[in-house]
């Protein structure tokens, strides 16, 4: 009896290529085949799945890379988060710790302003020369040093700096030491 042409081609496709243990036929190795195993740069025999283009939650239009929301809608999701962080922030803003700050802080500032003696700050340091002479060199300055100097808030200590308020006249001579206007004790002469 002959063998039959099915047992012919699996026998001399077996014996010329070889069968991976699952009974699979293994692929023919050559050159370029086992450089590209020493390389580790096998391709896979898998067929590819197309990838899909990202599309946009809200509208479905096609979204750029790295783009969650297209062109189109980022305006709309961008408003939306900063009125929703905006609501947090004003909430927390008013809270009863929050005022109780702001409390203890408007009171120890009208405190000092009213411990303030006016005479204590010399004749020749006016607003005049404080706009004149110690604003300037404030901009030498971090806000964190003005701030530290005369115990303000760092919003407060940066519009003082940026010379959009003038502080309580019991600063002056801090801020003027502060910027070296006032060398040991005295006034800088002209």
């Given at each position: 009896m002959?063998?039959?042409?099915?047992?012919l081609v699996d026998f001399e496709v077996g014996r010329s290529f070889g069968t991976h243990k699952s009974g699979l036929l293994s692929t023919r190795l050559t050159q370029t085949r086992r450089s590209q195993a020493k390389a580790g740069n096998l391709v896979a025999s898998t067929p590819r799945i197309p990838q899909t283009k990202a599309r946009c939650p809200l509208c479905g239009s096609a979204v750029t890379t790295g783009s969650v929301y297209c062109a189109k809608c980022v305006p709309d999701v961008n408003r939306d988060?900063?009125?929703?962080?905006?609501?947090?922030?004003?909430i927390a803003t008013h809270s009863a710790i929050a005022e109780a700050r702001r409390s203890a802080t408007r009171k120890k500032q009208a405190e000092a302003q009213r411990k303030w003696d006016s005479s204590t700050l010399p004749k020749w340091l006016d607003e005049d020369f404080?706009?004149?002479?110690?604003l300037p060199r404030l901009s030498n300055f971090p806000v964190k040093k003005?701030?530290?100097?005369?115990?303000?808030?760092h919003p407060y200590a940066t519009l003082?700096?940026?010379g959009d308020r003038i502080?309580?006249?019991?600063?002056?001579?801090?801020?003027?030491?502060?910027?070296?206007?006032?060398?040991?004790g005295q006034r800088v002469q002209y």
């Amino acid at each position: 009896m002959l063998p039959s042409p099915r047992y012919l081609v699996d026998f001399e496709v077996g014996r010329s290529f070889g069968t991976h243990k699952s009974g699979l036929l293994s692929t023919r190795l050559t050159q370029t085949r086992r450089s590209q195993a020493k390389a580790g740069n096998l391709v896979a025999s898998t067929p590819r799945i197309p990838q899909t283009k990202a599309r946009c939650p809200l509208c479905g239009s096609a979204v750029t890379t790295g783009s969650v929301y297209c062109a189109k809608c980022v305006p709309d999701v961008n408003r939306d988060n900063l009125l929703r962080q905006a609501k947090l922030g004003q909430i927390a803003t008013h809270s009863a710790i929050a005022e109780a700050r702001r409390s203890a802080t408007r009171k120890k500032q009208a405190e000092a302003q009213r411990k303030w003696d006016s005479s204590t700050l010399p004749k020749w340091l006016d607003e005049d020369f404080y706009r004149r002479e110690t604003l300037p060199r404030l901009s030498n300055f971090p806000v964190k040093k003005i701030r530290q100097a005369i115990d303000v808030s760092h919003p407060y200590a940066t519009l003082i700096k940026r010379g959009d308020r003038i502080p309580h006249p019991r600063h002056w001579l801090a801020l003027a030491k502060l910027t070296d206007v006032i060398a040991k004790g005295q006034r800088v002469q002209y």
